[in-house]
């Protein structure tokens, strides 16, 4: 048995600072014979989804320099400007060193030990469970930390806490995807691999500013040899409208009446495929029939696109000798109607037989370094490896595996984020838990969030930096490690499943989420459930026997070495043999389109439904649809214009608690905050690009300065959102089917200040 596996059984005392603050032996294995020698390390990058490697160049035990990995087959040895300055935003003067406690609101945090702040964690939230319920404390997480880490967490808050709500802050930017994949396909199942962008004939990106959010997969798009016609559909004339071969500049949320549009186009012409449709697909008649009434000529208004223009894409997505792939990201699923409009993409993909094969597919790209881990293994909203809270026999399988009692398992899922932050504001909830996430920058309509954490009795902040706007605002602060500084796992946009290492000791006394959760377990007194979490390798082990059956089976993989040898590995990767868990049922879709996958023998790249069967009880995809919803704010004329968010630069990422660290990072973006307007508006306005302006919407107020521009059209402004104002402005609209803000159009008036 480990030593610290020995140590949670004892029941006399806690965990030490003093065991807790070794070198971290709970990375991965012997590592690169880890901080001790030179050499090089890989590991994948931490900030966005698209998971790239990196090689780490390591001197006496500490990685000073880093090159994108060449063999990696995401980024091909290409990295953009975050990944080249991975390593320079660990060593800020703000990162959080000791735990920090703040007794009173006037007075500053004071620095405690890791065993008070263990005790503390637990007294006082234990003291709000006695005091208003057990379902008065909550937990955000987040699709930054390594998947071991947000299951342990996720597993530490509801079998051992007795948390029943928590949610992630990938509930901000994936939950629209997430529910239109369960809800055609049976289960959350991005279907593509990275090799279709080189191997499509129309590349369809809608909402997606591929060149600024994800530049080395709009690299992968430029590898394309097959002169690929590249539309872009964005209210936005956006870095990559202007190197597509079309940009359909769309009214704001005018995607799904158009979307409905090139679905009449194709039915009426008869552009489907028939085959296809009878044999794998459920609803499609119902929908056929749905989008009689939604013709170029009855949408033109809300979509903004010509007829024309509709016609001539519909014959071009519909083109039977065409590769047709359909790309979105935060455009689509930050809707009011996310889910509906992720749909109708699915339903043309499916329509015209563009799924299960190179170059196609309803392909949504992902947010955060690790959403995708989060959505298949935080145990928030999904019981952990996508099973069901509310399936008795999901509830077995993880109580048995985990060896933890069934009764400690929910029966039901999680509130979503805004229903936690609304049962704060309504009392129900009094202690919260925020681990590796903003939410007083990023949750929308800012102001509220700020409203309402007076009303908590204990907020605890789990973070790197003490500086963060949530942090600041923190009764106790637990300080974390970084990537770079731990060990682990990250799941990709294309489900590949990569290493990252440990090559820096974290500072001061910070420590691995990891490590934390283990302390706190053993403060809380449910240390021994949590005896076969020793290491995020063993986590990893667990992880494994969760998948095993579902869609997301990984019990293939033989290890993180394995991991590595491979260049990562996508899921599924299930073993097959005689001996079952499961045994005498019959063959799963799962089975049926995987049986080819061994241990020793598959594909780098890997894409799902190559024979059609989808992962629901019948194996069939769904059509699904609704009319269209009108703007939850539209314009007015007190209000006149339509305030469209989204990426600033590719050197930004999120509240830029990471990225404005890096002096390189700063340097390649604004020094000042912009607001992109049309010159007309301007000159009605009476504005000059760089004046001094005001943005209001009914919510709020902020300053910024002009940026005359083209680039979006007369009516709609635009404003980064990594600026920690942005959020005061938008509205807090969410789609009914995800629960995802609607962060991409409110209305706002904008006037030159004096």
């Known amino acids: ?287 056929a029939d749905f989008v009689k009434n939604y013709s170029p000529e009855a949408t033109q208004e809300k979509s903004g696109i010509a007829p024309a223009q509709v016609e001539a894409l519909a014959k071009l997505i519909s083109d039977p000798t065409k590769r047709v792939s359909m790309w979105w990201t935060m455009g689509v699923n930050q809707s009011h109607e996310g889910v509906r409009t992720a749909q109708a993409i699915i339903n043309l993909c499916l329509m015209t037989g563009n799924i299960g094969k190179p170059g196609t597919g309803p392909n949504s790209i992902t947010g955060q370094c690790n959403a995708m881990g989060s959505r298949l293994f935080s145990n928030t909203t999904s019981l952990l490896g996508g099973h069901d809270f509310a399936n008795p026999s999901h509830r077995e399988k993880v109580s048995r595996i985990l060896e933890i009692p069934e009764e400690n398992i929910p029966r039901e899922p999680s509130w979503a984020y805004d229903q936690i932050i609304d049962g704060i504001e309504s009392g129900k909830i009094k202690g919260l838990w925020v681990i590796a996430t903003n939410p007083a920058h990023s949750w929308i309509n800012q102001s509220k969030f700020h409203k309402v954490r007076k009303k908590l009795d204990f907020l605890v902040v789990q973070d790197m930096y003490h500086s963060t706007e949530t942090a600041q605002t923190a009764d106790l602060l637990l300080p974390a490690a970084s990537w770079g500084e731990k060990g682990g796992t990250f799941i990709n946009s294309e489900r590949r499943i990569g290493t990252l290492k440990q090559v820096r000791h974290a500072p001061g006394q910070a420590l691995s989420d990891f490590r934390i959760l283990q302390l706190l377990a053993n403060a809380w007194g449910c240390g021994e459930m949590f005896e076969k979490w020793s290491s995020p390798h063993a ?39 005689v001996q079952r868990s499961t045994p005498n049922i019959e063959a799963s879709p799962l089975e049926r389109s995987t049986l080819d996958v061994r241990r020793s023998t598959f594909k780098s790249e890997r894409r799902l439904f190559e024979d059609h069967k989808f992962y629901t009880p019948n194996g069939r995809a769904k059509f699904l649809f609704d009319p269209p919803a009108p703007l939850p704010e539209p314009t007015c004329e007190a209000y006149p214009f339509t305030l469209l968010t989204g990426r600033g630069t590719s050197a930004q990422w999120h509240t830029q608690s990471r990225t404005n660290k890096s002096a390189v990072l700063r340097k390649l973006y604004p020094a000042e905050l912009l607001l992109d307007l049309h010159p007309e508006d301007a000159d009605r306005h009476g504005i000059a690009d760089r004046d001094q302006i005001s943005i209001s919407s009914r919510r709020g107020t902020i300053t910024a300065h002009a940026h005359l521009t083209t680039n979006v059209s007369p009516g709609e402004v635009f404003l980064p959102m990594h600026e920690g104002s942005t959020n005061l402005l938008t509205f807090p609209a969410f789609d009914p089917h995800s629960r995802q803000p609607s962060y991409k159009a409110c209305a706002v008036k904008v006037l030159k200040t004096p």
């Open 1 to 287: 048995m480990p030593a610290l596996a020995k140590l949670l059984k004892q029941k006399t005392g806690p965990l030490t600072a003093e065991l807790l603050l070794r070198p971290n032996d709970f990375g991965l294995g012997k590592l690169p014979r880890n901080l001790e020698t030179d050499g090089t390390a890989s590991s994948v990058c931490g900030f966005c989804s698209t998971g790239c490697q990196l090689n780490l160049h390591l001197h006496q035990g500490e990685a000073v320099g880093l090159t994108p990995s060449t063999d990696y087959p995401v980024n091909l040895g290409m990295a953009c400007p975050k990944g080249w300055e991975a390593l320079a935003v660990l060593d800020s003067p703000d990162r959080a060193t000791a735990p920090l406690l703040k007794e009173f609101a006037n007075e500053p945090a004071k620095e405690i030990s890791w065993d008070l702040a263990a005790k503390i964690f637990s007294d006082k939230f234990k003291k709000v469970q006695a005091t208003y319920g057990k379902d008065s404390v909550a937990f955000i997480s987040t699709g930054q930390i390594p998947t071991e880490e947000m299951a342990f967490l996720g597993s530490f808050a509801k079998f051992g806490m007795g948390i029943k709500h928590g949610d992630g802050n990938t509930r901000q930017c994936m939950a629209t995807s997430v529910v239109a994949y369960k809800q055609a396909f049976g289960f959350d199942a991005p279907p593509y691999t990275y090799g279709d962008f080189e191997q499509s004939d129309v590349v369809i990106l809608m909402g997606s500013n591929l060149a600024i959010a994800h530049p080395i997969l709009y690299q992968r798009l430029a590898r394309n040899k097959r002169n690929p016609d590249i539309v872009v559909i964005d209210p936005r004339a956006t870095e990559t409208a202007q190197i597509a071969t079309q940009h359909l500049a769309i009214k704001s949320k005018g995607d799904l009446p158009l979307l409905y549009a090139l679905a009449h186009c194709i039915i009426r012409e008869d552009r489907v495929d028939h085959d296809f449709l009878r044999e794998h697909t459920d609803g499609f008649d119902d929908f």
């Open 539 to 577: 986590a990893f082990e667990l992880l494994q026997q969760l998948s095993e059956g579902q869609p997301c089976d990984i019990t293939g993989i033989q290890g993180y070495q394995h991991l590595d040898e491979q260049g990562g590995i996508q899921w599924p990767l299930p073993t097959f043999n």
